[in-house]
């Protein structure tokens, strides 16, 4: 049998082909087909008698898909794309059958009915059940039939426009390339770039081009051209791929600005049609915010603390760089992220390579490792072996409680693999925490994906400081996911979670990176054995909040304009997008934008990804985890006692209850208190601007 056919609590991933994987669907689609049929008839308004049913219909499908999915980003190639495109448009179909399904919407509503008159439900049940209620009826599953005609159409729509608008950006990013010939042309790139700018340039037909001497391609591929604007001394040559980087896709085959107006304009109708005045309105019916004057006030707030300091660093850097040979009046935008580099050297005097000798993989993830043991009172053990693997590099390990008892396990695949892997880093829920109705309880089971430097021939394995800390942030969703209590599977674990507040576990363990004790405690020097000095640690920690204030107007701008947009737009003293665009810029960036700046036009994450009225998110979770970690610093994060007891309380509240209650309530639990931004504009380096007169509890 097929062993993506009802998968086994361990996945037998050493037999999984792309072969033996399509019948399984053809399966596991018609049984869920009829199983949903028989529910549709039979339904029972009860937990027992629907939910539970409705769970058990949909997930031997579910779970195989989540695998499937799983193998095509670790193991990508042509035959397991063509398995995984074959399945996905029934996968599709069958989620909308569901998500539409008017008798088990009446189903669920008589079951939300039965509750108010006599509660039979817990209230993690309850959350659930109107969770599911609003999602179906953010499915169309209410509407009429001509405007639920009109909303597939919408919907068809506006998921073919969002792919499109991604691939304009791929197409527009690879369409341009920069050709430099003579040596000095090239003077400042680090080796690294060089060597990568003359493979593209021999890919491209110039047989005989080196690192060494050229010629060298450089593109608008992000690896590419944010190391070269840091390094490249070729004023003309920065300014040229800048000009191409803010215009792409704003004209010709690839032109995205119809797009734009088409997007917006088709989610105001889709948002109108459910009922609400906004496409906002709606993104922020789902998400912890709730409200758009709750994002704005938050927006004005951080603003108000950075404008100040974001003046100061763009004088600070011009006087850097005039004292340094730039002899013009101002900056452009070309010559910023050049001199900040210049800057941040000059200031903090180490480099990233110097650092990676003191991270040593496996002394790392034991630090990690006997940090989660600290702080939550677990134990984590190596099991490689004892269940099969994707890939030869994976490890496996268990989590249990100190006293013993089994929580959970998980798999780990670190290194990069570029030719199959897709890029970053996830976590990825596959088990998750779940009584079922005999009694027996499913521990979680997660998949950590990272994609970290690739030790060289007997090189011993080290890893860039940017890879420690996302190994620590992926590590936080799966702790979250790990230590959970719930054992509804609906809420249990992460699922369940609010967007702007899913964020909040990894983002906190993130923080550890920059605490004296942790980092020297997981750090060895891979020749001489030696742990990192503390003046190299108060660089670190120092160089963190280097330009700070700019990196965070730049995210409030493009928060704002994504609200505006949503929100606000169209009005009458906006003729189109670009224009809301230009006036958040004038109000949150301490340079100006060049006049031809498109950049709107590759803004992927609210045209083309599921950041639509959200992108504030990012800043939302990030209030939180450092309020949280704020927490530790206020017990003492000397005071081994304290840090245990507040690790105990984190465990309990923000990691147990995962999606089981309100993000804003768990938070309380844990704090005592609703959130507060001063230990994020603290932990930046920035504080607090002039009171406003809003709520003081916002987020
Ligand atoms: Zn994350």
Same mark, same amino acid.
């Given at each position: ?67 499937? !999915? ?7 190639? =042509? ?11 029934? @996968?599709? /179909? ?12 009446? &189903? ?11 509660? !039979? ?18 499915? &169309? ?45 090239? %003077? ?71 797009? @734009? ?51 100061? %660093?763009?004088? %600070? ?55 989660? &043991? ?75 994906? !990272? ?22 942030? %992926? ?20 699922? &369940? ?79 189109? /997008? ?43 979770? =990030? ?77």
């Amino acid at each position: 049998m097929s062993p993506f056919y009802h998968i086994p609590y361990y996945p037998a991933f050493d037999r999984m082909t792309p072969e033996n994987a399509a019948p399984a669907f053809a399966r596991l689609l018609a049984e869920a087909r009829d199983a949903v049929d028989a529910l549709e008839r039979s339904a029972v308004p009860s937990w027992a008698g629907l939910m539970r049913p409705l769970h058990d219909a949909c997930h031997p499908l579910y779970d195989s898909w989540g695998i499937l !999915c799983h193998m095509l980003s670790v193991m990508n190639d =042509e035959a397991w794309r063509r398995v995984q495109e074959s399945v996905q448009p029934d @996968i599709v /179909a069958f989620s909308l059958r569901v998500g539409q399904s008017r008798a088990l919407y009446g &189903g669920l509503k008589a079951l939300r009915d039965a509750d108010r008159a006599a509660p !039979c439900l817990a209230p993690v049940q309850r959350r659930i059940l109107t969770k599911a209620i609003h999602g179906a009826e953010q499915a &169309g599953v209410g509407l009429p039939p001509a405007e639920q005609a009109r909303f597939n159409a919408i919907e068809t729509e506006l998921a073919r426009l969002s792919t499109a608008f991604r691939n304009n950006v791929l197409d527009a990013t690879k369409a341009y390339a920069l050709t430099l010939r003579a040596p000095e042309e090239a %003077e400042g790139l680090p080796p690294a770039l060089l060597a990568v700018a003359a493979q593209a340039a021999r890919d491209a037909g110039e047989a005989g081009a080196t690192a060494g001497n050229g010629p060298w391609k450089i593109t608008l591929d992000i690896a590419v051209y944010l190391p070269f604007m840091m390094h490249s001394r070729n004023r003309a040559a920065r300014e040229q791929l800048y000009r191409a980087y803010v215009t792409r896709s704003a004209s010709g085959a690839s032109d995205n600005s119809p797009l @734009i107006e088409q997007i917006l304009s088709l989610r105001r109708e889709l948002a109108r049609l459910l009922g609400y005045p906004t496409f906002a309105d709606l993104s922020l019916s789902n998400k912890t915010a709730k409200t758009v004057e709750a994002v704005d006030t938050l927006i004005a707030q951080l603003a108000d603390a950075s404008r100040d300091a974001g003046r100061r %660093e763009a004088d %600070e850097l011009l006087a850097f760089a005039r004292a340094n040979g730039f002899a013009e009046p101002r900056l452009q935008p070309w010559d910023i992220t050049y001199w900040a580099e210049r800057q941040r050297e000059h200031q903090y005097d180490y480099s990233d390579e110097e650092l990676s000798r003191y991270f040593l993989f496996p002394r790392v993830l034991e630090g990690l490792f006997s940090l989660a &043991g600290r702080l939550f009172g677990i134990a984590i053990t190596a099991a490689d072996g004892e269940t099969p693997v994707w890939h030869p590099d994976v490890r496996f390990f268990r989590v249990a409680d100190r006293n013993g008892t089994p929580l959970a396990c998980f798999f780990f695949d670190p290194y990069s693999r570029p030719e199959t892997k897709s890029g970053g880093a996830w976590m990825n829920d596959f088990r998750t925490r779940d009584r079922r109705p005999d009694g027996t309880v499913q521990l979680p089971m997660a998949l950590l994906v !990272c994609n970290q430097s690739v030790p060289v021939g007997n090189a011993p394995p080290v890893m860039r400081f940017q890879e420690v800390q996302t190994l620590f942030h %992926e590590f936080g969703h799966a702790l979250q996911h790990m230590l959970t209590t719930v054992e509804e599977p609906e809420a249990s674990g992460i699922n &369940g979670i609010e967007w702007d507040a899913v964020e909040v576990a990894s983002q906190f363990m993130e923080n550890w990176c920059y605490d004296r004790a942790t980092l020297k405690g997981l750090s060895r020097h891979a020749e001489t054995g030696a742990e990192l000095p503390d003046a190299l640690f108060d660089k670190i920690v120092a160089a963190k909040n280097h330009r700070a204030a700019g990196a965070m107007l730049r995210q409030l701008f493009f928060a704002a304009t994504d609200m505006d947009l949503y929100a606000r737009y169209p009005r009458q003293e906006w003729p189109d /997008a670009e224009r809301v665009k230009r006036l958040n810029a004038e109000k949150y960036l301490p340079s100006p934008l060049l006049p031809e700046d498109r950049a709107l036009c590759s803004f992927s994450h609210i045209f083309g990804g599921g950041y639509a009225a959200g992108y504030y998110s990012y800043k939302w979770s =990030e209030v939180l985890s450092s309020d949280a970690f704020a927490a530790f610093e206020e017990a003492g994060l000397d005071d081994e006692a304290a840090v245990r007891a507040t690790g105990r309380r984190f465990r309990d509240t923000l990691l147990a209850l995962g999606g089981s209650a309100d993000p804003a309530e768990v938070f309380r639990l844990f704090r005592g208190r609703a959130p507060s931004i001063d230990a994020l504009l603290r932990h930046s380096g920035l504080s607090a601007g002039p009171r406003r007169n809003a709520p003081p509890n916002q987020p």
